[in-house]
């Protein structure tokens, strides 16, 4: 069954503030990013641990940040393009903290997620994004993280080219509808 995402307000003719826009890209980015893990194991690959899936869910989050940026790029005033992504940023660490607290217990998992974060964002930084989307080696880092993530067991050597090839193409798809839809 197909991903339901919400990417229109109901009241498209009201202004909406960068936090807003921020909330709502949150809330499918988050849906997204769990579709993806859950089909990674549909697809025959194995977490050993709700870390695991958790750090999956994580890497996809980071993916959606570093693709919304260079999507807004040029699109928004940077003042209004810092907001939205660190709105962003802060509104995906709640979701991690909240989902990640009711998993794995009490810590500081929001913490955590933006430190993945800012240290993704460099690496994210040197990889190319054009008008067509993110290029090989922006698409090969997130399926290579991902790698890292559920280990080296035979069952998930291949989850780079599944990443790769197929979900991180699906989610940017998706992202770039949602993207167009809320910022207008």
Same mark, same amino acid.
């Given at each position: 069954?197909?991903?339901?995402? !919400? *990417?229109?307000?109901? %009241?498209?003719?009201?202004?909406?503030?960068?936090?807003?826009?921020?909330?709502?890209?949150?809330?499918?980015?988050?849906? &997204?990013? $769990?579709? !993806?893990?859950?089909?990674?194991?549909?697809?025959?690959?194995? +977490?050993?641990?709700?870390?695991?899936?958790?750090?999956?869910?994580?890497? +996809?989050?980071?993916?959606?940040?570093?693709?919304?940026?260079?999507?807004?790029?040029?699109?928004?005033?940077? *003042?209004?393009?810092?907001?939205?992504?660190?709105?962003? =940023?802060?509104? &995906?660490?709640?979701? &991690?903290?909240?989902?990640?607290?009711?998993?794995?217990?009490?810590? %500081?998992?929001? *913490?955590?997620?933006?430190? #993945?974060?800012?240290? #993704?964002? =460099?690496? +994210? *930084?040197?990889?190319?994004?054009?008008?067509?989307?993110?290029?090989?080696?922006?698409?090969?880092?997130?399926? +290579?993280?991902?790698?890292?993530?559920?280990?080296?067991?035979?069952?998930?050597?291949? $989850?780079? %080219?599944?990443?790769?090839? /197929?979900?991180?193409?699906?989610?940017? /798809?998706?992202? /770039? #509808?949602?993207?167009?839809?809320?910022?207008?």
């Amino acid at each position: 069954m197909a991903l339901r995402i !919400k *990417s229109q307000w109901y %009241d498209e003719g009201a202004e909406r503030s960068m936090e807003e826009i921020a909330g709502a890209l949150a809330f499918n980015g988050w849906r &997204m990013a $769990v579709d !993806k893990a859950i089909n990674l194991h549909g697809e025959q690959f194995i +977490y050993d641990t709700d870390e695991q899936r958790l750090g999956v869910i994580a890497e +996809y989050l980071i993916f959606q940040v570093q693709a919304v940026d260079r999507m807004v790029h040029e699109r928004l005033p940077a *003042s209004e393009r810092q907001a939205l992504i660190t709105a962003l =940023a802060l509104r &995906m660490s709640d979701h &991690m903290t909240e989902n990640s607290r009711d998993l794995l217990g009490e810590g %500081d998992h929001g *913490s955590a997620f933006i430190e #993945r974060l800012n240290m #993704r964002t =460099a690496e +994210y *930084s040197e990889l190319g994004f054009t008008s067509d989307g993110p290029s090989y080696p922006f698409l090969r880092h997130l399926g +290579y993280q991902i790698q890292q993530i559920m280990g080296g067991s035979q069952e998930n050597r291949w $989850v780079i %080219d599944q990443v790769m090839d /197929k979900d991180g193409p699906e989610v940017y /798809k998706q992202l /770039k #509808r949602i993207v167009r839809n809320l910022i207008s």
